[in-house]
């Protein structure tokens, strides 16, 4: 998300790559049957959207996060719940299991990770989705004003838990030759050359991207790919909220502001990570930085509306480039 924004922050309806149910045999329509996938962080946004396409693909997602019906963590949302994603999951044609874990923790971690080894003696798709961290965040604060407490926990939530989290579940996913990992951020490796406007969050956004072409390196000889993707300008539920408006009338948001208009829902990304994960030849894309809006070119899948969102693209040319152009041709 562009500086200057907070979030990290859903919908089932599957259109992956280039693929609809109504023309392709039930195979090619769920081209992830038989996958095992693990998201991680999966309560919102992203991460939740991400566990529902993988699910609409055909897979079964495990569901992880530290909000249950019975319990808010401390981002303090109780309106969504893992509970809640798994049903998505399971409603979108594939199976979700929610397990409350906190990924701070590695014996909750290990518990996890055995729990899927039991089950399925596989692990084919691992997505760090883990952060949280949004509620301490303060854009324009210098590092020594920061609350050191604050900024040491958002490394935590959004470093430490992803190598935890990797450190556990790889042994499993190399177990067979064709997994995948993602590492989700905020920012491509392009855009995260610019100062994220707060020391903590730009180590924690611009860590993952180089967890995943650290990982490209340790998992090439097990033929697994680790790849760092990051949505646009994401019309989380956090953001929508923080606006004052739903998905349904989210265009009332930019006159507030403007650069809204080129604002993606969760869905585009989750499309991504399911097209990623259904790649025969995903290797290619091994540590490097993606982001929704280059994968749908490269795919073909659309937003939830049809569209197209290149928000990277927009940020770069129009808000910091000076080109004159509106959002709408970024869609």
């Not at 100062?195 to 180089?210: G, H, S």
């Not at 606006?243 to 930019?254: I, K, L, Q, S, Y």
């Not at 197209?308 to 509106?326: I, L």
Request: aromatic share 8%.
């Amino acid at each position: 998300m562009p500086d200057g924004y907070r979030t990290e922050d859903v919908a089932i309806a599957w259109n992956g790559p280039r693929m609809t149910t109504t023309q392709h045999t039930h195979s090619e329509a769920r081209p992830l049957s038989g996958t095992v996938a693990l998201v991680a962080g999966a309560t919102r946004g992203g991460g939740r959207a991400i566990a529902v396409q993988l699910g609409a693909a055909g897979a079964t997602v495990y569901v992880t996060g530290r909000t249950t019906r019975t319990h808010v963590s401390e981002v303090g949302r109780s309106t969504e719940t893992i509970e809640e994603t798994a049903e998505l999951v399971t409603a979108a044609g594939g199976e979700g299991i929610a397990v409350p874990t906190d990924h701070l923790v590695p014996e909750q971690v290990r518990a996890l990770v055995d729990r899927v080894d039991r089950d399925h003696g596989r692990l084919d798709v691992l997505v760090n989705s883990l952060w949280g961290g949004d509620h301490l965040l303060r854009f324009g604060v210098k590092m020594w004003e920061t609350d050191l407490e604050q900024g040491l926990r958002m490394l935590d939530l959004g470093i430490r838990s992803h190598a935890i989290t990797s450190s556990i579940a790889l042994p499993l996913l190399i177990r067979r030759p064709g997994g995948l990992v993602v590492e989700m951020t905020d920012g491509t490796a392009e855009y995260n050359r610019r100062f994220r406007e707060n020391f903590y969050y730009d180590l924690a956004k611009t860590a993952p991207i180089r967890m995943a072409f650290a990982l490209s390196h340790d998992l090439k000889d097990a033929g697994a790919t680790a790849v760092a993707l990051t949505p646009g300008f994401l019309r989380s539920e956090e953001m929508l909220d923080a606006f004052g408006v739903r998905e349904e009338n989210w265009r009332d948001a930019c006159a507030r502001e403007p650069h809204f208009a080129v604002a993606e829902s969760p869905v585009y990304v989750g499309r991504a990570v399911a097209a990623l994960a259904a790649d025969p030849d995903k290797a290619r894309w091994s540590g490097r930085s993606l982001d929704s809006g280059q994968l749908a070119k490269e795919y073909g899948f659309t937003d939830a509306d049809g569209s197209q969102p290149d928000a990277w693209g927009y940020f770069r040319d129009v808000v910091h480039g000076g080109r004159q152009a509106s959002a709408e041709a970024y869609r």
